[in-house]
């Protein structure tokens, strides 16, 4: 209940998690049919970068601010990244991942947003007032997969992007992920992860596979070498069921991340962890 987003928001873990998070999104509404999307810890939906939170830590002038500015100067994008940067430039505050799902959207779709903090339901109830696509819950996001599994649409994403407090986080997220897909085995699934040192996300990756989880890929991003358990040195975005093409799509936005993000130490890499 202490983690605010708002001190972390248009990082660098942001922009990956959003550039990757926009492209599936797209992926789903090539089909006519109507989707639904499962925000679990959704945040307060909008950040104001000159707000008090976003200006002390700074974190986001290396993250967002870097790759507007290399957009700025021409440095060839993959069309993924142009087209979060155009959605960034369009909603106008940087988009937490609701308002990024939102404005992502078809009249067809929807969007169930959950988060746990008050202060922080009010604003994205706030924020997401008079749409009727969008619902907001006050709710905790593990216990909202088992209420909200199956979506009536039988098509849609589970985003869930909870704060890394709990030091049984990654086995509560493997747990999650087994009963999320037995009750929406059609849907995609999308965890965010961060990496400070290897062992955490190995494990997580090899307690997924001991799932019987099946076609789960990686994608990550790294600073630079993950060895210091104290830094936050790349993330991870685990992906259940990807939409078609989407290994081919990430591979070039994540080495492009990576050259903004990190030119002299970065990384990226897509990793399959089990068969399709």
Known sequence: MNYRHAFH????ADCMKHVLLLWMLRALARKPAGFMVLDTHAGIGRYDLAGAEASRTGEWRDGI?????????????PEGIGAFLDL?????????????????LRPGDRLIC??????????????MRGSAQVAVHLRDGYEAMRAFLPPRERRGLVLIDPPFEATDEFARL??????????????????WYPIKHRA????????????GLRDVVAA?????EP??????????????????GFVEAAEPMLAALARVFAPDEGSARLVRITPE
Do not use: K
């Open 9 to 12: 928001a248009g990082n660098f």
């Open 65 to 77: 601010g870097r790759l507007r500015a290399a957009a700025e100067t021409g440095e060839a994008m």
């Open 88 to 104: 960034v430039e369009r909603v106008g505050l940087y988009p937490g991942s609701p308002a990024l799902i939102q404005a992502a």
């Open 114 to 127: 959950c988060e746990l903090h008050p202060e922080d339901h009010a604003a994205l109830r706030a924020a």
């Open 174 to 191: 493997t747990e999650a992920l087994h009963q999320g897909t037995i009750r929406f085995p059609s849907g995609v699934f999308a965890v």
């Open 200 to 211: 955490p996300s190995r494990g997580f990756h090899a307690a997924v596979a001991e799932a």
């Open 220 to 224: 990550e991003l790294l600073l630079r």
């Open 227 to 244: 060895t210091d358990p104290e830094r936050l040195n790349g993330c991870g975005l685990l992906v259940v069921s990807p939409p078609w």
